[in-house]
């Protein structure tokens, strides 16, 4: 069946630095990708999407990678700030949007003063 | 972007009452949708709130149980019914401005069946 996940569940970041987080999906029809980070307490909040015909998408601070051959995502932050710290979830779906979002497990970043 | 409030913020509820929990959003949207979030884990999809029709239910979740108001297209209830303490959960509330485009999310309902 459909299934988004992530490699790594935490991931520790001193501030400053640069941060990956990494997703796979399974669903080769997958051809619409968002990024979300959740804070504690709150609703998922919009960071960054990507459509199946690029392979980069810019935004501010923020970087998404996709790789559709190996069906791999990535969510890159530049200089890290202690405001990152949240829980990021990768989230597909197919058909050009027109099917409901599929979520990934989420990672943990921690950005360490 | 579209910006989404729900009512009640959180919640703590009595094994079989029920609990209706508003979602407003504040421009027209095509889409609404409704998830849930166990503490610490990712987001499961209820249903789709379709406005004017029964709402489309994913695998695992039933009208009974969940029944889902959309009257117009700002506004949606999700009603969680016969609660046990299995429903404690994060009830969130999304919207789409029409197939295609960006999903955004409601600040939640913490829900806490006792």
């Known amino acids: 069946g459909e299934s988004v996940g992530l490699h790594l569940p935490t991931l520790s970041v001193q501030e400053g630095d640069n941060s990956i987080i990494n997703c796979a999906y399974s669903?080769?029809?997958?051809?619409?990708f968002i990024w979300y980070k959740q804070e504690s307490g709150k609703g998922p909040q919009f960071i960054i999407d990507?459509?199946?015909?690029?392979d980069k998408r810019q935004g501010q601070r923020v970087t998404v990678l996709l790789n559709k051959t190996v069906k791999h995502l990535s969510l890159q932050i530049a200089a890290t700030q202690p405001g990152d710290s949240a829980v990021y979830f990768c989230?597909?779906?197919?058909?050009?949007?027109?099917?409901?979002?599929?979520f990934g497990k989420g990672t943990r970043l921690s950005v360490i003063a | 972007s579209a910006v989404i409030s729900q009512k009640p913020s959180r919640d703590i509820c009595q094994r079989g009452t029920s609990l209706t929990i508003q979602c407003q959003v504040d421009?027209?949207?095509?889409?609404m949708f409704w998830y849930r979030q166990q503490p610490g884990q990712s987001l499961t999809l209820i249903a789709t709130?379709?406005?004017?029709?029964?709402?489309?239910?994913e695998s695992g979740f039933v009208i009974d149980k969940f029944p889902i108001s959309r009257p117009n297209l700002t506004f949606s209830t999700l009603t969680v019914s016969n609660m046990s303490p299995e429903d404690s959960s994060i009830y969130l509330c999304?919207?789409?401005?029409?197939?295609?485009?960006?999903?955004?999310f409601g600040p939640g309902t913490r829900l806490t069946v006792t």
């Open positions: 990507i459509r199946s015909n690029m």
């Open positions: 669903n080769s029809a997958s051809d619409y």
């Open positions: 989230a597909e779906t197919h058909n050009s949007g027109n099917t409901p979002l599929v």
């Open positions: 999304s919207a789409q401005r029409d197939r295609g485009y960006e999903q955004y």
């Open positions: 709130a379709n406005q004017g029709s029964e709402a489309t239910y």
């Open positions: 421009s027209q949207v095509t889409m």
